[in-house]
């Protein structure tokens, strides 16, 4: 399981980040907002771009987050390129993978 996960927020918002989780709290970090684009395309764009997010990251208390899932290794690859580490893992031939994500950042 990788560390990348995607939480949801109760306002709605949908965040792929780097994920630890805490008896009360999650913390996040290199956050990006998952944006529908339409025609089943989806644009990842910063987190609060204009504020200053210290390098150890943004906590939540718990009971502001909806749920917490892991997303599929084409998603933590194109999130790893535009907002992570700039690695990418090679597909292990998962099923349940969504082939023709398409991404818009």
Same mark, same amino acid.
């Given at each position: 399981?990788?560390?990348?996960?995607?939480?949801?927020?109760? #306002?709605?918002?949908?965040?792929?980040?780097?994920?630890?989780?805490?008896?009360?709290?999650?913390?996040?970090?290199?956050?990006?907002?998952?944006?529908?684009?339409?025609?089943?395309?989806?644009?990842?764009?910063?987190?609060?771009?204009?504020?200053?997010?210290?390098?150890?990251?943004? #906590?939540?208390?718990?009971?502001?987050?909806?749920?917490?899932?892991?997303?599929?290794?084409?998603?933590?690859?194109?999130?790893? #390129?535009?907002?992570?580490?700039?690695?990418?893992?090679?597909?292990?031939?998962?099923?349940?993978?969504?082939?023709?994500?398409?991404?818009?950042?």
């Amino acid at each position: 399981m990788s560390e990348i996960k995607i939480v949801r927020l109760q #306002t709605g918002e949908e965040i792929i980040a780097k994920c630890k989780e805490n008896k009360d709290s999650v913390v996040l970090k290199k956050m990006a907002i998952i944006i529908p684009a339409g025609q089943g395309r989806i644009g990842l764009s910063p987190f609060l771009p204009y504020c200053d997010i210290p390098d150890e990251g943004m #906590t939540f208390n718990k009971k502001h987050v909806m749920f917490i899932v892991d997303p599929v290794s084409e998603f933590i690859n194109e999130y790893n #390129t535009a907002f992570g580490s700039g690695l990418v893992v090679p597909d292990s031939g998962v099923v349940g993978a969504v082939p023709d994500l398409k991404l818009t950042t």
